[in-house]
């Protein structure tokens, strides 16, 4: 069967616009989430509008990014003769299984290292004051079982399932991996926007995550097993926490 992972001509059918325009898609998306929630919050008269529209867009504006590009990536490869699932790999239960445990234990270690390298060259960051904020129980049911699956889909096609290969094809698997993570970490400033510490270790959490699932889309070439240990990260890193706080653990 062909897939994308095995025909050459579409990797060179997206032009360098496309491709551009693509890899900062995110981020200027959730900048302009960043901003139109910090100004509706600023008209309600919130005491702490900034730090309470990074909280809410991190939530909301993803999933609406995430559809976004989902249905572009759809368009886009529709018209390569190709459909989203084709970029997902070989239909081996087996082996996707113990290929998600690999990505899982990468990703966290990279994720972590990447992290933690970049907080303490960048120093301490600033203890936020006063009282955590009261979230409603919703807001922690939709970190935990909508966040993640979307984030994951749309990242892990998007970067590692589209672009990295169409980059390859033009400048090289090694450029096309740095790329690739550069403008996914790139994309998670506005997520960490508080602090220039903040936001430094958001960084170096991304990129090196973004290099380390660059390398293994490369050593797989298959995507599902991204997309799974993605979204597991994301559950535990993400959605558990945000639920445990709605909940007043």
Request: proline share 6%; charged share 10%; hydrophobic share 60%.
């Amino acid at each position: 069967m062909t897939t994308a992972l095995t025909r050459p001509d579409p990797v060179r059918r997206a032009g360098v616009a496309v491709l551009v325009a693509l890899l900062l898609l995110r981020f200027a998306t959730v900048l302009a989430g960043d901003g139109l929630t910090w100004g509706l919050l600023h008209l309600t008269g919130s005491p702490s509008p900034w730090f309470g529209a990074i909280l809410l867009s991190d939530v909301h504006v993803p999933v609406v990014t995430d559809v976004v590009t989902l249905v572009l990536l759809a368009v886009l490869l529709r018209r390569e003769g190709l459909r989203l699932r084709d970029l997902l790999g070989p239909a081996d239960l087996a082996g996707t299984a113990w290929r998600t445990v690999v990505a899982f234990v990468a990703g966290f270690v990279a994720f972590a290292l990447g992290g933690t390298v970049a907080a303490l060259l960048s120093g301490p960051q600033p203890v936020a004051a006063g009282p955590a904020p009261h979230l409603p129980l919703w807001f922690g049911l939709w970190s935990l079982l909508v966040l993640p699956v979307t984030v994951a889909l749309a990242e892990e096609f998007l970067y590692r399932g589209y672009l990295q290969p169409r980059l390859a094809g033009r400048i090289g698997t090694p450029a096309a991996v740095l790329v690739v993570a550069a403008a996914f970490a790139l994309q998670h400033v506005g997520m960490a926007a508080t602090s220039w510490s903040a936001v430094a270790a958001k960084l170096g959490a991304t990129f090196v995550f973004g290099l380390a699932f660059g390398l293994l889309r490369v050593w797989m070439r298959r995507l599902a097993p991204l997309i799974i240990a993605h979204w597991l990260i994301d559950v535990l890193g993400i959605g558990l926490p945000v639920l445990l706080l709605t909940l007043g653990a």
